[in-house]
């Protein structure tokens, strides 16, 4: 599956979501907005986290009530209708695609069709981290793992706990060592660490930037996390864990 693809099978999806549930594209308003870190995360103990310093944006949307968020790096402010969005350009515009991706995610969930749409705050990514293990070892076993995107909390128990790799494409992360293990290239080193891998740890941010093509149907157990992708997980069958999430 291409990019292009799949963000067409998303909208056609959505589309036929809107349909069913025979909401009003024209009248009903989504609101969005770039969150603060501590707006996205609260005050957390570990200070590691991409967007404490700039490398990612929680955008968030708010439908009917309901809210969705996307993780990216293409932030965009916005109050218009749902019909706006889903003319979009999500395929060619970073911001557009960010903009819906959120959006879909606060639709879906006002509809009964996703949950756990709104990131977990303070201790939240630290208890999510320690519920992994447990939940790798009842599901896998003792699995090499690879985690695909510096989520350091996780990082940290998965490191601590089984044999891992991680890919990442932030050059300040590329090549540096943490918790005993050397960051490698997203891209250069994605065929070498993907075919050693037993199963893989994908951050659901992927699905912003597109590169979550290459974790899809590649003859791997691929295990996604994080509410960006909580809506497309629905729509396109992908495992996803995420704990603490609201």
Not at 88 to 104: E, Q, T, V, Y
Not at 179 to 191: F, K, L, N, P, S
Request: proline share 4%.
């Amino acid at each position: 599956m291409t990019e292009q693809e799949l963000y067409l099978k998303l909208k056609d999806e959505f589309k036929k979501i809107i349909d069913t549930n025979k909401l009003n594209t024209g009248e009903i308003k989504i609101r969005s907005v770039s969150l603060s870190p501590q707006e996205a995360i609260g005050i957390t103990e570990r200070k590691d986290y991409p967007i404490l310093y700039g490398r990612e944006i929680m955008l968030q949307a708010e439908y009917d009530g309901f809210i969705g968020q996307a993780f990216t790096s293409s932030p965009a402010d916005y109050s218009g209708s749902l019909s706006e969005i889903l003319d979009n350009d999500i395929i060619g515009d970073p911001h557009d695609r960010a903009l819906f991706i959120a959006a879909m995610n606060a639709v879906m969930r006002s509809v009964g069709l996703a949950d756990r749409t709104v990131h977990c705050k303070n201790q939240g990514p630290e208890l999510c981290a320690k519920q992994m293990v447990p939940f790798i070892k009842e599901k896998y076993g003792n699995p090499k793992i690879l985690q695909v995107g510096y989520q350091p909390a996780i990082f940290q128990q998965i490191a601590e706990n089984f044999d891992m790799r991680i890919l990442d494409l932030n050059p300040d992360n590329v090549g540096s060592e943490k918790y005993g293990v050397t960051v490698e290239h997203g891209i250069d080193d994605y065929d070498d660490a993907v075919n050693w891998a037993d199963i893989i740890l994908c951050t659901g941010s992927t699905i912003c930037n597109g590169s979550i093509v290459k974790y899809i149907d590649i003859g791997k157990e691929v295990i996604f996390y994080g509410t960006t992708l909580a809506g497309a997980a629905e729509l396109l069958g992908l495992k996803r864990a995420c704990f603490e999430s609201e």
